[in-house]
């Protein structure tokens, strides 16, 4: 599976985003996808999970209530719709695809994407 993230840029304090990531290939339906964080000098975080039916997702305490992953298995794409972002949500985010249940691991993960900049001003 290859995945290609995009949807990232500036927006300020109270804004929303969607990123998305496209994957190839016809088993896209069978991962369990994830959506990670990386804030300069900061290790990768889990941010978002949706298993492979898109019937279960799961929040890092931080996004809860404000981000919403969801995925198109038709169009082979995963989604992290952020909406009331802050500044602490700058980061590069990256998502990844798993032949497995969801994690917030991110060494769980097989595949990953090469990463969107989101940048919030305040």
């Known amino acids: 599976v290859q995945l290609q993230a995009y949807g990232g840029g500036l927006v300020q304090a109270g804004g929303s985003l969607r990123l998305s990531c496209a994957a190839s290939?016809?088993?896209?339906?069978?991962?369990?996808m994830g959506w990670f964080r990386q804030a300069p000098g900061k290790e990768r975080e889990f941010v978002a999970a949706?298993?492979?039916?898109?019937?279960?997702?799961y929040y890092a305490d931080s996004v809860k209530g404000r981000f919403t992953i969801s995925r198109d298995n038709a169009k082979n794409t995963v989604y992290l719709q952020m909406n009331s972002l802050k500044p602490e949500d700058t980061a590069v985010y990256y998502c990844?695809?798993?032949?497995?249940?969801?994690?917030?691991?991110?060494?769980?993960?097989?595949?990953w994407g090469q990463g969107t900049l989101v940048t919030v001003s305040s």
């Open positions: 990844a695809a798993r032949s497995g249940y969801s994690s917030k691991r991110t060494y769980e993960y097989d595949y």
């Open positions: 290939g016809r088993t896209f339906s069978t991962y369990d």
């Open positions: 949706i298993s492979w039916s898109g019937g279960r997702t």
